[in-house]
């Protein structure tokens, strides 16, 4: 009887402890979101190298933890799969077999192989301990927050920045970037995901009526920061995101529903009339907050796209540097240059002085190509398809906060989807935190019905 009761009380021991470290390595992973942010995005490689030591950390008492409860994985971690591909893919591209290495800049895309490896860690991660409605918020509040912040010391920093050479920050000077990013683009991409899940949640009425207001309150300054950042790809997501919640407005629906709402949210009339209507707030809102300076970005952009070479042989508009990257695809199709190596293989492509030499391709799916090759672009792919085939069956089912936090999710990924194929943010570690949060809320681990279930095997 004795034995019985030590060998139960171990067992609840260890089952306390596996629960003590479920909540704090949950906390840590939710904590690099904001955190990551601040300092320039962490685009530093001291600050690069600190979060992705951070991301190892929690993962040993992943390890620990997973041993204390007797589960380490779930089926969700599917979506990581192709994540370690890539990094083994690029891996292998900077290792000297046969006829030399495939990257042109083997050591740089070791570094990219490392980080690839930290991301798919930091997703695993969040799909292994983001498995209740509760956290799932928490980690979608988490994006919110980041973005939130962000916008209102943007917003701060454009109203009271007056020619000092930093603001807080050494190398935020005057006219350059956005908030905290020394590149305004960037920003955009983080207040995208943050405007994004707001919405989201009110489309997806995941939120009381009655309470409604609050995330459209939080979403108002997010916006106006967007809008006040002058980015276009910016101001192109987010349009495209009002038109992804107005074609998908209703979605969230339970099955089973057929109120009055329920119906009118199921017509495509009322859904076009939606898009038409909100589109129409926010030409007029961007009109009246941007102004001129808005107007003379979007007027530009016909002109570096389609223009042709101008006098200023340095010139590197997005044209020129499309069509050295699809050259540099197709020299190189299968395996591609190395990720890592674009910036010196595009050199050869590249039609000017040598004065500027593009160092991304302002379109994230042109770089993976060029980059990755088909094999590559194929493991990127079966990334995107298996989010697919992980968020759509929970839009329809469990709880409404559940759904609608999926909405918000994929809303927030719809804007950085349509703005990589004008920039490169997602290079930017805090963004790529921030988008692998929202795909892990997206592809949750919990059950369907919105039920809890404990991990705990005791």
């Given at each position: 009887m004795t034995n019985v009761s030590r060998a139960a009380g171990d067992v609840d021991r260890a089952g306390l402890l596996a629960r003590g470290l479920s909540a704090f390595i949950f906390a840590g992973l939710v904590a690099v979101v904001p955190l990551s942010s601040v300092p320039y995005g962490s685009v530093e490689p001291l600050w690069t190298a600190l979060f992705e030591v951070s991301v190892f950390l929690l993962a040993a008492l992943w390890a620990l933890e997973g041993a204390l409860a007797g589960r380490w994985v779930s089926r969700a971690h599917a979506l990581a799969l192709p994540g370690?591909?890539?990094?083994?893919?690029?891996?292998?591209?900077?290792?000297?077999?046969?006829?030399?290495?495939?990257?042109?800049?083997?050591?740089?895309?070791?570094?990219?192989?490392?980080?690839?490896?930290?991301y798919t860690t930091y997703l695993a991660l969040l799909l292994r301990y983001a498995d209740t409605e509760r956290r799932l918020r928490a980690l979608l509040y988490a994006v919110v927050l980041a973005g939130l912040a962000s916008a209102l010391f943007g917003i701060v920093r454009q109203t009271a920045q007056r020619g000092a050479e930093g603001f807080l920050?050494?190398?935020?000077?005057?006219?350059?970037?956005?908030?905290?990013?020394?590149?305004?683009?960037?920003?955009?991409?983080?207040?995208?995901?943050?405007?994004?899940?707001?919405?989201?949640?009110?489309?997806?009425?995941?939120?009381?009526?009655?309470?409604?207001?609050?995330?459209?309150a939080l979403a108002l300054p997010i916006w106006a920061a967007l809008v006040l950042s002058n980015s276009?790809?910016?101001?192109?997501?987010?349009?495209?995101?009002?038109?992804?919640?107005?074609?998908?407005f209703g979605v969230?629906?339970?099955?089973?529903?057929?109120?009055?709402?329920?119906?009118?949210?199921?017509?495509?009339?009322?859904?076009?009339?939606?898009?038409?209507?909100?589109?129409?707030?926010?030409?007029?809102?961007?009109?009246?907050?941007?102004?001129?300076?808005?107007?003379?970005?979007?007027?530009?952009?016909?002109?570096?796209?389609?223009?042709?070479?101008?006098?200023?042989?340095?010139?590197?508009?997005?044209?020129?540097?499309?069509?050295?990257?699809?050259?540099?695809?197709?020299?190189?199709?299968?395996?591609g240059v190395g990720f890592g190596g674009y910036w010196v293989a595009v050199s050869e492509q590249h039609e000017g002085s040598g004065g500027l030499v593009p160092q991304q391709a302002h379109n994230d799916y042109l770089e993976v190509l060029a980059s990755g090759g088909l094999l590559g672009a194929g493991l990127v792919l079966a990334f995107l398809l298996l989010l697919v085939r992980r968020s759509a069956p929970r839009l329809r089912?469990?709880?409404?906060?559940?759904?609608?936090?999926?909405?918000?999710?994929?809303?927030?990924?719809?804007?950085?989807?349509?703005?990589?194929?004008?920039?490169?943010?997602?290079?930017?570690?805090?963004n790529a935190f921030a988008a692998l949060a929202l795909a892990a809320v997206a592809a949750a681990a919990i059950p369907l019905n919105g039920q809890k279930t404990s991990p705990y095997k005791y």
């Open positions: 370690v591909a890539l990094a083994a893919y690029a891996l292998l591209q900077s290792l000297e077999l046969g006829g030399g290495a495939v990257s042109y800049d083997p050591y740089e895309t070791r570094l990219v192989a490392l980080l690839f490896f930290t920050l050494e190398a935020l000077r005057p006219n350059t970037g956005y908030a905290q990013f020394i590149n305004k683009n960037h920003f955009a991409y983080l207040a995208e995901m943050a405007l994004g899940a707001l919405l989201g949640l009110v489309a997806g009425r995941g939120v009381a009526r009655a309470k409604a207001l609050v995330p459209l276009r790809g910016g101001l192109l997501a987010m349009f495209c995101q009002v038109i992804f919640l107005g074609a998908t969230t629906r339970a099955r089973g529903a057929n109120s009055a709402l329920d119906r009118i949210a199921g017509s495509k009339a009322a859904r076009a009339g939606l898009v038409f209507a909100l589109l129409s707030t926010i030409v007029v809102g961007m009109v009246w907050l941007g102004g001129d300076a808005v107007a003379d970005r979007v007027a530009s952009v016909g002109e570096e796209v389609t223009a042709g070479a101008t006098a200023d042989a340095t010139h590197s508009g997005r044209r020129d540097i499309w069509a050295a990257t699809w050259k540099t695809f197709t020299t190189h199709p299968l395996a089912a469990g709880s409404a906060s559940a759904r609608a936090a999926c909405l918000g999710a994929l809303a927030g990924l719809c804007g950085v989807a349509v703005h990589s194929l004008v920039e490169f943010g997602l290079h930017v570690p805090s």
